[in-house]
């Protein structure tokens, strides 16, 4: 290690990229810009030595501890966080902040060229990005499309955080920053690692980051998915926000895992009970209920029975002995209705539909009918023909 007694500015003079490849094998598991926290074990001078373990030994420079008055802010024993920087016979010189002092330009420039991430917090919002305040108070700039893998929503939301950054553009002016790369190196790492474990049908809990018309973003620990809007509850979903909020803690099902194009999708219906399970029980054919007319198609109108359940009736049971072109000609959307259940087929999800008025008239015609059959013919004809005989019927429930 170089006598820390030296004149100010001969050791200064090495250039700040060059040292950063001089490490020693024995910081193999440290890289330049990687974080650690350590103890402060001695402070003199011009250094504060830090407690690293192994057989090296860490400094960094005292100066970065003084406060505005140029007083410690720490003493032996508490503990820093610092960025290591290079390593030079078996010890390591760290700094708590890049870009401080008068050096700041310098080794920001070296950290551009050798890659080093910095921190810096998110100032203000500027036109087309954010303005961040690099560790030491130098200022950047960081635009919107690099602040994240995909364009955040909120942008309030990263006002006041602190974030690491790459520098993309380190000129005399102007200074870019990035968080692409530092983000994508991160969600390969967690991917892989989730890719072990991780499989179809799988429950995993995990936290909605974005809302969109088409549905939600969910993250699981680093790796994002989409929460169709058809997948995230048994009845038709016309605003994602009515159900989901960002930040929202969910708990869903893995549809389908797609690692190389990098999709993943998730299903929070499948966590609710499937109200088709007692469908045949609630809605059984014969029975008559009240639902509201959800969609209209050129072959009939889908009505709500409950949470979930849609039943069609055919166009060809609408309009009477009118025959319709669609059924808008006789209903709209939202409208109230009476029907009554044909059929249920539970494994397909479907069940037949009629009109109330018109499924009461069929059973009507046919009471009538089999009472008409039943008839003793033998005995003296008290009526007139099956016509005239549902004809007197009806007309006896009208005077009724």
Known sequence: MKDKNLPDGMEKEE???????NNSMETDRLAPGQRIEAAIVKITAEWAFLEVGGKGEGYLDRKELLDETGNLTVKEGDRVRAY????????????????????ARAQLEDAWKSGIPVEGTVAKETKGGFEISISGGTRAFCPFSQMGLRREENRESFLGRVLIFEIIECGERNIVLSRKGILGKERQEKTAALKETLKEGNRIKGTVTSIQKFGAFVDIGGVEGLLPVSEIAWNRTENVSDILSIGQAVEVVIKSLDWENEKISFSLKDTLPDPWTLSAQNWPPGSYHTGTVSRLAPFGAFITLGDGVDGLIHISRLGGERRLQHPDEVLKAGQSIEVRVESVDRENKRISLAPADISREEEETAAILKQYQQRDFAEPPLMGSFGELIEQQLQEKKKG
């Open 84 to 103: 290591f920087m290079f390593s030079e016979n078996g010890e390591m010189r760290f700094t708590t902040k890049i870009g401080l002092g008068p050096a």
């Open 15 to 21: 250039n700040f990229a060059e040292m950063f490849n």
